[in-house]
Nanobody, 118 residues
Framework: QVQLVESGGGSVQAGGSLRLSCAVSGITFSDTSIGWYRRAPGKQREAVARIEVNADVIYADSVKGRFTIARDNAKKTVDLQMNSLQPEDTAVYYC????????????WGKGTLVFVSS
């Protein structure tokens, strides 16, 4: 059974930083692309960042230069370092397995809440 557990969310002032972590189990991690997604209040879910099997990374334009995604195949985790946070980054953040078409699979976890105050 594939499980993804997000952690590291919290409340921070604008300009601050947080580091999210995604622990993955039930799948061959080294063969799996992982993405981070977020859903802000009243908005649709959006892709934030993705890291491929070969460690290539893709970022949404809104987070380029501020967020960094990294994977640790030994620990089976994918971290999202978020710097220069802004109130518009407030959302529930989720990680998920990404299929060959670049779309998230249906393995959504509970997510972790990030709240950025102005």
């Amino acid at each position: 059974q594939v499980q993804l557990v997000e952690s590291g969310g919290g409340s921070v002032q604008a300009g601050g930083s947080l580091r999210l972590s995604c622990a993955v189990s039930g799948i061959t991690f080294s063969d799996t692309s992982i993405g981070w997604y977020r859903r802000a209040p009243g908005k649709q879910r959006e892709a934030v960042a993705r890291i491929e099997v070969n460690a290539d990374v893709i970022y949404a334009d809104s987070v380029k230069g501020r967020f960094t995604i990294a994977r640790d195949n030994a620990k089976k985790t994918v971290d999202l370092q978020m710097n220069s946070l802004q109130p518009e980054d407030t959302a529930v953040y989720y990680c998920n397995v990404v299929n060959d078409s670049g779309m998230p699979r249906d393995y959504w976890g509970k997510g972790t809440l990030v709240f950025v105050s102005s």
